[in-house]
């Protein structure tokens, strides 16, 4: 077999494969511009943006566990605007493909960011983040929502550029992610970003309290990977759209079982703090299994059962 063909279309947009960084693993794509070239990736995802600068949650804010990771950063971020002035133009020069993820205080705040999004160029989609489990304002209560979801989703499409993408960021931490699913896309989202955090918590037996302030974290790394697994494959069975999963990626294979489970294409994480070039690996390695295996693209390892949406 020749070549693979590992281009992935995310409604009206393509990428040259799909091997994405997860929103706050990678900042905003160019902190490693020493050690690898980001426009290589699929794509980066921006660390959530919001309308304002945020300072995030007092420490401590990171713990790092026997099989994975807890973090309670709260959402700090640079803002909207210094973003675009300080950010965007640097990703645009160097061809990066940029998705914006973005977190809003009240539902209207997106389709807002979004319009202001529109006058600036060198971006291809949004990541809305409805699902952070760090803040008191926003975060899980829409994203738990239907109802609230179909809302944003919708006020977002109003305003989006038809050649950009909209990508919607779905918890775990509910009891059907499927129904949250087809909300997204019955209100003309493109794909889904499948998952955020488990919540979990960690213990100080010295104080006998929660380590983190807010008491609960959001879990990511090694561990999760077979949580997102089932959630990935539930939101397969359940909508039509493009799925790009995330959770717990170490290794090529963990990238080729998200392909069998319905995603059509990969965040990498928690994974890329020890190893920041792991993404760009991932991409080589992809090509070579999917090769190996008789596969001219991603999709072909899909599991059969799911049909070929
Ligand atoms: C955070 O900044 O608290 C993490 C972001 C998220 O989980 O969405």
Redesign the pocket.
């Known amino acids: 077999m020749k070549g693979v063909d590992l281009s992935v279309q995310l409604g009206p947009v393509t990428f040259a494969n799909p091997i994405f960084t997860a929103?706050?693993t990678w900042g905003y794509g160019l902190d490693f511009v020493d050690l690898v070239d980001p426009a290589a990736l699929g794509a980066v995802v921006t660390?959530?943006l919001t309308a304002v600068p945020r300072r995030?949650?007092p420490q401590p804010r990171v713990r790092e566990l026997r099989h994975g990771l807890l973090?309670?950063?709260?959402?700090?971020n640079v803002g909207l605007q210094a973003f675009l002035r300080e950010k965007l133009p640097a990703l645009r020069e160097r061809g990066v493909r940029t998705i914006l993820?973005l977190?809003a205080r009240e539902s209207g705040e997106f389709a807002t960011m979004v319009a202001e999004l529109t006058r600036h160029e060198g971006w291809q989609g949004v990541e809305l983040?409805l699902?952070?489990?760090?803040?008191a304002e926003g975060?899980l209560d829409f994203g738990r929502d239907p109802f609230r979801i179909r809302e944003i989703v919708d006020s977002v499409r109003q305003v989006l550029p038809a050649d950009r993408a909209l990508l919607v960021?779905l918890t775990p931490n509910v009891t059907s992610i499927a129904d949250l699913a087809v909300a997204a896309q019955d209100a003309g989202a493109h794909a889904i970003s499948c998952i955020?955090?488990v919540v979990g918590l960690e213990v100080d037996l010295e104080t006998r309290r929660p380590v983190f302030p807010r008491a609960f974290a959001?879990y990511s790394g090694p561990a999760i990977l077979p949580i997102a697994l089932a959630k990935v494959w539930e939101v397969a069975r359940a909508v039509d759209l493009p799925i790009v999963g995330i959770g717990g990626i170490s290794s090529v294979e963990d990238v080729l079982r998200f392909l069998v489970v319905g995603a059509g294409a990969v965040q990498v994480g928690t994974a890329l703090f020890a190893r920041p070039t792991l993404a760009h690996d991932l991409v080589k390695e992809l090509e070579e299994s999917l090769i190996t295996r008789g596969c001219a693209s991603p999709m072909q390892m899909r599991c059969e059962e799911l049909g070929r949406s």
Do not use: D, F
Request: with cysteine; glycine share 20%; hydrophobic share 15%.
């Open positions: 929103s706050g660390k959530t995030g949650n973090n309670s950063i709260g959402l700090e993820s977190a983040n699902s952070c489990p760090n803040v975060g960021k955020n955090t959001g």
